[in-house]
Every structure is written in structure tokens, then in C-alpha cells.
């Protein structure tokens, strides 16, 4: 069976006011942002592919991150994590092309924490546990059996989850 890895991530602390889609990186988002690409660089989670929410702080957390990774990966923006629905997410890694092995998704809250509970698909205490809260600069790594339509349609394995600060 063909393995997936889906890497969920809250963008990076932002700042407040002004219209939402452009609402920038605060000074400890850009450092957050950094620490998010050296963690993904030394847990060896670098991406074939990334998508992002259209917003700019979504697109600067990973430019900033992005710059800390050996590799380079597609990188599209997709509406749909603007949209910020758990299904919209699903529906993002679902349309993902059979040949990438790892996808990044950087989006907002509350989608982003939903989907990383709603991949668990109701089991495992102690990875609910760590789900709790998906405070910004939170990645969560899973696994998921299969292939990228399957996403969501069955349980799949948290390998990591970290809140980055930098």
C-alpha cells in the first residue's frame, strides 16, 4: 500500500487589525516561521509539494520556512484554505496529483486544528491529547495508507506534532 505524509501547519503569529487576507508576520512570526523550516529540515519533512492559503501570512510563513529546506517544492495557492472549512482541507489534499509523496498544507485556525483532529478519525487518546490546542507555528505530521483520495475517509497515524518558536 502506498504511503502518504500530510504535514498540516498554522501559519506563523500575525498581527492584528486591517483587513484579514492582508494581515502580515509580526517580528516573532518571521522567527516562528524560521524555526517551522528547521524543524521540517531536521526531521527530514521536506515537502514535494505545498499549498497554501492565498492570505499573506500564510505565503510568508512559508517563504520563511521554505528558505530553510535543502529541496524545493511545488507551491500553489488554493482559495479553498482561505475558505478555512475542514472539508475545504480534505478537499485540497484529496486533488493532490498521485505522484507526490509528502504534502504541506499552511492555513488558519479553526480548519487547520479541525482536520488534524478529524484525521485521527476518533481514536487514540493519547494523540487526541497532544491535538488539544493548535496554537500558531503548530505543525502536525501524518501518515496516512493509501492514496491521497483516501485522505480522510479513514484514520491515519500523527508521527509528530511541535509548536515552532524561534
Known amino acids: 500500500m ?71 517544492a511545488t507551491v500553489v495557492e488554493d482559495q479553498r484554505i482561505y475558505d478555512n472549512s475542514v472539508g475545504d482541507l480534505l478537499a485540497v489534499a484529496q486533488d493532490t496529483d498521485p505522484s507526490v509523496r509528502t504534502l504541506v498544507v499552511v492555513g488558519h485556525n479553526p480548519s487547520v486544528h479541525g482536520c488534524a483532529v478529524g484525521m485521527l478519525g476518533g481514536v487514540g487518546d493519547e494523540a487526541a491529547e497532544q491535538l488539544r490546542e493548535f496554537p500558531t507555528a503548530t505543525i502536525a505530521v501524518f501518515d496516512v495508507d493509501g492514496e491521497w483520495t483516501d485522505v480522510g475517509s479513514k484514520p491515519a497515524t500523527l508521527v509528530a506534532i511541535s509548536t515552532c518558536r524561534g
Do not use: F
Open 2 to 72: 502506498t504511503q502518504r505524509r500530510l504535514i498540516l501547519v498554522r501559519h506563523a503569529k500575525t498581527e492584528q487589525g486591517g483587513v484579514d487576507l492582508d494581515r502580515a508576520l509580526t517580528g516573532r512570526g518571521r522567527r516562528d516561521a524560521r524555526e517551522i523550516g528547521r524543524w521540517l529540515a531536521a526531521n527530514d519533512h521536506a515537502p514535494d509539494r505545498v499549498a497554501l492559503s492565498p492570505s499573506v501570512r500564510t505565503r510568508e510563513t512559508w517563504q520563511i520556512a521554505g528558505e530553510q529546506l535543502d529541496s524545493t
